[in-house]
């Protein structure tokens, strides 16, 4: 199987371990979807000029948009692990935080950069709520890589 196949099979393993782990926590502490994803796509919309529509219908798709930069960012973070890890086998401790950084890379540097959000400015409990979903998603891509690799 190729590389860029195994990659983005790996990201999608990712991406529902993510979403799993994130669905749970708003569960358990009973908190709010994150809006983020649609502030970003709203920023991006804005330079691009680019026009979504009207109030409910502009807000539907930014919610659509911003959860498909997520399956983006997951496939895109696999993909990246997948062809720098190629021709060697990083070590579970070495795949796993790799992929989790690249996701996290993925997500909140374009929504810092936006200006969306400052990472600096989080407090503990949104570090966790980041840190642990990016590495139920490092989990599963490296284990579902590893897997079809074999």
Partial sequence: MHTIVKSLIAGAAGTSALNVA??????????????????????????????????????????????????ATGAGAALCY???????????????GALTALAMAGSNVPMTVLGVTDPREWP???????????????VAAYVAYELLRS
Wanted: charged share 20%.
């Fill in 22 to 71: 994130t669905y749970l926590d708003m569960a358990i502490r009973a908190r709010a979807a994150s809006t983020t994803p649609q502030q970003t796509v709203e920023r991006l919309v804005g330079l691009a000029d680019v026009d979504l529509g009207e109030d409910e219908r502009a807000g539907h798709r930014k919610e659509a948009l911003g959860a498909l930069t997520g399956y």
């Fill in 82 to 96: 997948g062809l720098l890890s190629s021709r060697r086998r990083p070590s579970w401790t070495a795949g796993v």
């Fill in 124 to 138: 503990a409990s949104s570090w966790i709520s980041d840190v642990v979903p990016h590495l139920a998603y490092g």
